[in-house]
């Protein structure tokens, strides 16, 4: 019986086509239950079961503004994220923010790349040792030590990197889901069990998850790719070479038994990015070489990796969060999302 | 408390002979105290414990109410089918006939596997660079035919670890590795919560629940125990049921549309008794974890050997490529094994925390509808 009532008020949505159908057909069927309960509480002389279908029709409605006020900003926020400026050949907003993530997403991963070739080579040289040895008698030099010192920032650049990585990936996620189900899925069963007061609280959170997670996880990853952009064509005319174009750095050979000094160190103190064959030929002077091409090469990468892939991100989450408690506010039972909020 | 889960008909043998008799005699011992408080307050000619135990009795009464609630919520959760609802909102039927409870454990068993396939994943690749990275080589100096001719007499030559730079990627791996281990931790916690609310021991707080709510100065706390049992029995498990109809997005089931169309490799779509193992980790029998125990034992002796051939043929000492051949000769795949630790966090770690946020707020409204508030923040802020 029960199967059957379940059954028979969810019906009518199986033949809805799109989640506005769906939304309509969910309220529609929250509204038969509150006629249902009125209806129980008319015969029967209860003024509470009247009282209390009243109030959660009165509910009903400011939900069936909510959808439609989500569906104007919806039509508004596709149209604007799929301009020009942004990304014209995309379908709507999750495409354009898919496009988005999925080029940051390269970038940080052609860094990762690099890094962990720099890493190979640099250790490689690092490790170097020079030994000879005749009868128990000889001697044995480290002589590419000055590579060592190269290794730590590395791994740190590495962690950074794939910290980035996992929050794109996390994000890409995110935004599949809100593609996948956030609309035809948990805003109409979040409507559905709003309807009943002992579920009004999961049922106003999957409507806040569901349209922030359609809404704003998008447009804070827009809002910031647009931020990103503008400063970057701004940042052309006035700052030379920033971010600086990206460049591959030469980690040369080292010779372990090469013990020769190292060039004047002055000259090293004040050599900036530009010039580097002041530098001489000895091992350490080989691994500062080193040290600047890669600080120079990995500098190129830092726009992204910290303002496009991390902060993006932060921004988007924190949006998201900020739209879930606002929104569960709204719908009567708030949700403390703050934990979620300290993931990020 | 019992061994059977929740909607088998052991189960429904223990609430109908321990819960439901318990509320009974929670009900009638304070019906009782009422009832003589009513009569003291009569005998006494007090005002004030007439009233009490006239407002008592309609407390009674909706706690006993609400215990019928659970009872039919309960019923009516073990009666839906998922794989029904999903088709009416997706249009996707599902394989597995599914009610409420047991989908929200599906969808947890199926979170802490996926996140135990990104740990294992991770793991190997670890467990790869660091060997790499500790190979040490001697070459002898003034090679001649392959051989060094400088270690003939004595020890001439350079040390180095040709395979050393991995620190890197592996610092990347070990930040990616310990969050997927908080993940993974994280789904198994949230699923002894489930398996604690299955078990019924959340139905403990009911007849307590009916008797404290109407004894003096215990309102907030018997509301508190009888909103606790609504929610974990209903809010909780509802949203992880709903979780697991999203679940061929969030755990990648590997059936499922979004992972049969996903391009090789494809890492987050493997399970470990079919692809993973076949194209991926090379495990034999039934378990991934013996990866580690096969290399140690008898894979060690033959990557030995195979160094000191390629030694002695080449002249040099093994190559990546060498190595590769042994632990990936379909490709080594870091960058794959750090999304799949991402995609871990989110199903095993952001939506059920989601999901228990909302259970904790759930309790705090269902109190207040017992004209009690309730302030959990304190508690939010532990999850």
Redesign the interface.
């Known amino acids: 019986m029960?199967?059957l009532l379940?059954?028979l008020l969810?019906?009518p949505?199986?033949f809805a086509a799109s989640w506005h159908e769906?939304a309509a057909l969910a309220v529609m069927v929250s509204a038969a239950l509150l006629g249902v309960v009125y209806m129980i509480g008319f015969g029967f002389g209860i003024n509470e079961l009247q009282m209390m279908a009243r109030e959660e029709f009165f509910q009903l409605i400011v939900l069936a503004v909510l959808v439609a006020v989500l569906t104007g900003s919806d039509s508004i926020l596709n149209s604007i994220s799929t301009l020009e400026p942004l990304k014209p050949g995309a379908a709507d907003m999750q495409d354009a923010t898919l496009d988005i993530l999925q080029e940051n997403r390269e970038q940080v991963?052609g860094l990762?790349d690099d890094?962990?070739s720099?890493?190979?080579?640099?250790?490689?040289q690092?490790?170097?040792?020079?030994?000879?040895?005749?009868?128990s008698m000889?001697y044995s030099v480290s002589g590419c030590g000055g590579f060592s010192i190269l290794?730590?920032p590395?791994?740190?650049?590495?962690?950074i990197?794939?910290?980035a990585?996992?929050?794109?990936?996390?994000m890409e996620?995110?935004v599949?889901?809100a593609s996948?189900?956030a609309l035809?899925?948990?805003l109409?069963?979040g409507i559905l069990?709003r309807t009943f007061?002992?579920?009004?609280?999961?049922g106003g959170?999957?409507i806040a998850?569901g349209i922030s997670l359609h809404l704003m996880l998008p447009i804070g990853i827009i809002f910031n790719e647009m931020l990103a952009e503008t400063f970057q064509d701004s940042s052309e005319d006035h700052i030379d070479e920033y971010p600086p174009d990206g460049v591959s750095a030469d980690i040369p050979e080292c010779n372990?038994?090469d013990t020769k000094a190292p060039h004047l160190a002055v000259e090293i103190v004040t050599l900036g990015l530009g010039s580097l064959t002041d530098l001489g030929d000895s091992n350490e002077d080989q691994a500062t070489s080193a040290y600047l091409n890669l600080r120079r090469s990995i500098r190129s990468h830092l726009f992204t990796i910290l303002i496009k892939a991390t902060l993006g991100p932060i921004i988007a989450l924190l949006m998201m969060t900020s739209s879930i408690r606002a929104l569960?506010h709204l719908a009567?039972?708030?949700?403390?999302?703050?934990?979620?909020s300290r993931?990020i | 408390m019992v061994e059977a889960m929740i909607c088998t008909p052991d189960f429904q043998a223990f609430f109908d002979a321990t819960i439901l008799p318990l509320v009974a005699a929670a009900s009638v011992v304070t019906g009782f105290l009422i009832a003589f408080s009513y009569m003291l307050g009569n005998l006494l000619n007090n005002p004030k414990l007439t009233v009490w135990a006239k407002t008592e009795v309609l407390q009674v009464f909706i706690s006993v109410a609400s215990v019928f609630?659970i009872f039919i919520?309960i019923?009516?959760f073990c009666?839906?089918?998922m794989g029904?609802?999903a088709?009416?909102?997706?249009g996707v039927e599902t394989q597995h006939d599914l009610n409420v409870y047991d989908a929200a454990g599906e969808y947890l068993a199926e979170s802490a596997l996926y996140s135990h396939n990104a740990l294992t994943v991770i793991r190997y690749h670890l467990q790869a660079y660091t060997i790499y990275?500790y190979l040490n080589a001697f070459l002898c100096d003034f090679e001649f035919l392959g051989i060094g001719l400088g270690c003939w007499?004595?020890?001439?030559?350079?040390?180095?670890?040709?395979?050393?730079?991995?620190?890197?990627?592996?610092?990347?791996?070990?930040?990616?590795f310990n969050?997927t281990l908080i993940a993974h931790f994280s789904a198994l916690n949230f699923l002894f919560i489930l398996l604690f609310v299955y078990k019924g021991f959340v139905f403990i707080f009911l007849p307590m629940g009916v008797f404290l709510r109407s004894m003096p100065y215990m309102r907030s706390f018997g509301s508190l125990l009888i909103a606790v049992a609504?929610?974990f029995l209903?809010?909780y498990p509802?949203?992880l049921s709903?979780y697991y109809?999203?679940g061929?997005?969030?755990v990648d089931r590997p059936d499922s549309p979004?992972c049969l169309s996903c391009s090789d490799p494809c890492p987050h779509c493997y399970t470990p008794s079919t692809a993973l193992s076949d194209k991926f980790l090379h495990c034999q029998g039934e378990s991934c974890e013996k990866v580690f125990d096969d290399w140690a034992s008898a894979g060690i002796i033959q990557s030995i050997g195979t160094m000191l051939v390629q030694s002695f043929t080449f002249g040099q000492v093994t190559t990546e490529d060498t190595m590769d051949s042994m632990y990936f000769p379909d490709g080594e795949h870091?960058?794959d094994a750090?999304?799949f630790?991402?995609?871990a966090?989110?199903a095993a770690?952001?939506m059920p925390?989601?999901a228990l946020?909302?259970?904790?707020?759930?309790v705090?409204?269902?109190a207040r509808?017992y004209g009690e508030e309730i302030n959990l923040?304190r508690i939010?802020?532990l999850?």
């Open positions: 029960k199967k379940l059954f969810l019906i949505l199986a769906l991963e990762l890094i962990a720099y890493d190979k080579q640099v250790s490689k690092a490790s170097k040792s020079s030994q000879c040895n005749l009868m000889g290794a730590p590395l791994s740190m650049a590495g962690g990197t794939a910290f990585l996992a929050e794109l990936s996390a996620r995110l599949e889901l996948s189900y035809a899925l948990l109409p069963i069990l007061k002992i579920t009004r609280g999961g959170f999957l998850l372990p038994g569960t009567g039972a708030e949700v403390d999302v703050s934990a979620i993931f | 609630f919520a019923n009516t009666a839906i089918n029904e609802v088709s009416f909102f997706t990275a007499y004595g020890y001439s030559g350079k040390y180095e670890q040709p395979l050393g730079g991995y620190g890197a990627i592996n610092a990347a791996l070990n930040m990616v969050s609504l929610s209903i809010v509802l949203m709903i109809l999203m061929d997005v969030l979004h870091p960058k750090i999304t630790g991402a995609y966090f989110i770690v952001f925390t989601a946020l909302a259970t904790i707020a759930s705090s409204y269902i509808l923040s939010t802020q999850v």
